[in-house]
């Protein structure tokens, strides 16, 4: 017989550990509903699980990795929670009008998501094509260095 684990409970300084985010930016990811601890110890101390930790390294790597501005991953974060709610609602509804209804709301939250996702894509690309012109720019300046043409005659005049 296995017996029933208990799950890990970890307070806020322990969780900045492990996560590499300031005490301070955990409690303000609070305040703005990023994120709810899991439970609150007797001594009202925050007390966070393992799925807070897996939401603030997405947090964290949504904003540090893909430049997501909090209010973005704010609703992306909503968009989902409901999606899992509406899933389980899904489920337990045989109603059919419910049920598309429901299937609706979903399918307009993730269209949401893709607009999100596709509007920080595009601009990435122009990023990226604004940093390819600078390095071809630079390229030609270097060609000169080595005897080339000069990248900017109409500057001689």
């Known amino acids: 017989m296995t017996l029933p684990t208990t799950p890990r409970l970890l307070r806020i300084n322990q969780v900045a550990a492990e996560t590499g985010l300031t005490a301070r930016t ?23 699980d393992d799925s ?28 989902e929670h409901v999606r899992e709610r509406n899933r389980e609602r899904i489920h337990q509804t045989g ?26 894509a595009a601009r990435l690309a122009a990023m990226i094509d604004e940093a390819r012109a600078r390095r ?8 000169e260095v080595d005897g080339g043409p000069r990248p900017h005659p109409e500057r001689d005049r």
Do not use: C, T, W
Request: glycine fraction near 4%; hydrophobic fraction near 40%.
């Open 26 to 48: 955990i409690r303000y990811y609070e305040e703005m509903g990023l994120l709810e601890p899991a439970a609150r110890s007797d001594g009202d101390y925050r007390l966070y």
């Open 52 to 79: 807070d930790l897996e939401r603030l390294q997405f947090i964290r790597n949504l904003r540090d990795d893909a430049g997501f501005s909090l209010a973005q991953i704010g609703q992306l974060l909503e968009d």
């Open 95 to 120: 109603d059919p009008d419910e049920r598309r209804s429901l299937i609706l709301d979903a399918q307009a939250r993730v269209d949401h998501q893709i607009e999100i996702l596709e509007a920080k």
């Open 136 to 143: 071809a720019h630079l390229d030609e300046h270097l060609a």
